[in-house]
């Protein structure tokens, strides 16, 4: 994220990390839609406002593609969608990571769950393979880092 520190404007940066309040319900449904395999893992979790947060970390995760530690405003709607499939009570979501241990926990069960990593240096030139092409013949810096993504 440093290189889109430098290249991106601060509104470029929160168009990268923030979804519009106004989302569209066939969007929330398409990327925030919990399988069983999802509700079963997020259930495991002790109370409701850890299944909550786990399963934002999960839905962030697969989409924009962040954590939870880089997004800095959920919409209501995402949240009701997400409490709402395991049972639970969305205002409870103000209670998630108060401990901020729990986020780095879940994180790291997500990870070992489903097999989410961090980046490396063989994804890094896998990366600029693929990049160097693309922005050979379009140079736009923002429709480059969504390619990325």
């Avoid at 109370?47 to 934002?56: C, E, P, S, T, V």
């Avoid at 709607?77 to 979501?93: H, M, V």
């Amino acid at each position: 994220m440093e290189y889109a520190k430098i290249l991106l404007t601060e509104e470029q940066r929160l168009e990268l990390t923030r979804l519009p309040d106004n989302v569209r319900d066939w969007k929330i449904e398409k990327y925030y839609t919990l399988n069983d395999f999802d509700i079963a893992n997020t259930l495991q979790q002790r109370k409701d406002y850890n299944r909550i947060g786990f399963a934002l970390q999960l839905c962030y995760l697969r989409y924009p593609g962040w954590t939870l530690t880089e997004i800095s405003d959920i919409p209501d709607t995402i949240i009701y969608y997400i409490a709402n499939q395991i049972n639970a009570d969305a205002k409870d979501i103000e209670n998630y990571g108060i401990r901020e241990k729990t986020r780095l926990e879940h994180l790291q069960k997500l990870r070992e769950i489903y097999g989410f990593r961090f980046f490396n240096d063989t994804d890094k030139s896998l990366l600029q393979e693929y990049l160097i092409p693309l922005a050979m013949e379009n140079d736009h810096v923002l429709r480059l880092i969504k390619l990325s993504i």
